[in-house]
Structure formats: C-alpha cells, structure tokens
C-alpha cells in the first residue's frame, strides 16, 4: 500500500535550520510530485510548495521561496524539506503528500512537529 | 492567488443528519480542480473529493461534492460518528495552490 513516513519532531533555536525527511512506498515515485503543507498549532492548511522528483523541478509559495529548498532522492524515493533562518512562527506540523495534478494531494505523511524555541 | 472562503466556520449537527459546507473562491477554478480534505483530531489530512466531484479511492459514498467555477459544496448525506472533524477546500488549478481556512463539523 502507499505510505510516506515522515522523520521524527525536531526542536530548534531560531535562526536555525531544519531538514524534514519523507520516505515513500507503494507507489512510482517518479510519476507523482510531492508536496508540502504545515500547520501551525489550532490553525489551518498552509501550502508551501511541491516538488517533481521526476525532473527535479519545484514551485515554492511566495512565503517560503527565500527560506525553503526542497529535492528529492529518486534511489531511496525519498523527498526532503529543508526550512532555514527559522522563526518562533515557523513552529508547526510539516506534512508531506504525494501529489498529481489532476486530484490533489492524494497521500499524506504522518507529519513532522517543529518547534521553534530559544 | 485564488482566496477560497469556507462556510460556515462550524456546523453543529446530530449523527443521522445530513450537511452541506461551501467554498467559494475569489476567481474561477481553473478545470474544476477542487479538492475536500477531512481532518479529523491528531491526525493528517485526508483526500475525500477531487476535481469537485470525484471520490478518492475507499471514500463512503455518502460524501459527494459538486459546484464549478467558484462555487462548491461538499455534501455528507447521514452524519457518521467519525465523520465530526474539520473539513478544507483547496484549489490545484492555479498556482500557487490554496487551502480555506475550514469547517468545523461538530457534534451537536
């Protein structure tokens, strides 16, 4: 069956930075983009980007596009975030999704807690 | 980008009862691409409907979704127990992708 498993919660200081990891199964990895999405505590959905691991390519939110990068490891299929110059705001639950353009984010992770602390 | 605005922010319904949340979005989606997510406490989201009406794999048949160009509605026909989470619209035809800030459906 299709699973992503995201790496476990990470606590940082600000300006920091953090790497989430997201292995994938079950599925072809290369035929699906993945996406990003966090959620900070008692709020919504907040799209940050998404990544082709078939070419490589990316779009990143405006809000992230300084701070993000996003790639992916087709051998271990297996996509990363990496989130720098963190902040207290950026505290949140990164989920990771495979994706298609015709229906979404159509598998998620588990989601990765961040906490972003002096 | 495309500002979709969920309503109302909480349904308070009795297990048996049907509801009907809406997402209305400031331009029109292109090619209808629409999704409902389900989240229920504590864990991630779940993918529900698709291009406005298209159930994903295992999704009961009592969730339908309908609507075009800037209006949708997710439909639940008969309240299950484990239906009572937050429920978000998110458009895929345009970037940058964008979520509503949710419905709560809640037990009454």
């Known amino acids: 069956q299709i699973q992503l498993v995201q790496s476990g919660p990470e606590v940082k200081k600000p300006g920091a930075s953090v790497k989430v990891s997201c292995k994938t199964s079950g599925y072809s990895f290369t035929s699906h983009g993945l996406g990003w999405v966090r959620q900070a505590p008692g709020q919504g959905l907040e799209w940050m980007g998404w990544?082709?691991?078939?070419?490589?390519?990316?779009n990143y939110a405006q809000n992230f596009y300084d701070r993000v990068t996003m790639t992916t490891d087709t051998s271990t299929t297996t996509g990363y975030l990496e989130l720098r110059n963190l902040k207290s705001d950026d505290t949140a639950v990164y989920y990771c999704?495979?994706?298609?353009?015709?229906?979404?984010?159509?598998?998620w992770g588990q989601g990765t807690l961040l906490t972003v602390s002096s | 980008e495309i500002v979709l605005t969920q309503s109302p922010g909480t349904l308070s319904l009795s297990p048996g009862e049907g509801a009907t949340l809406s997402c209305r979005a400031s331009q029109s989606v292109t090619n209808n691409y629409l999704a409902w997510y389900q989240q229920r406490p504590g864990q991630a989201p779940r993918l529900l409907i698709y291009?406005?009406?298209s159930r994903s794999t295992g999704i009961p048949d009592r969730f339908s979704g309908s609507g075009s160009g800037t209006d949708f509605s997710l439909t639940i026909s008969r309240l299950e127990p484990e239906d009572f989470a937050v429920y978000y619209c998110q458009q895929y035809g345009r970037s940058p992708w964008t979520f509503g800030q949710g419905t709560k459906v809640e037990i009454k």
């Open positions: 990544i082709s691991p078939y070419n490589g390519n990316t």
């Open positions: 291009g406005g009406s």
């Open positions: 999704a495979s994706l298609t353009y015709y229906s979404g984010l159509d598998n």
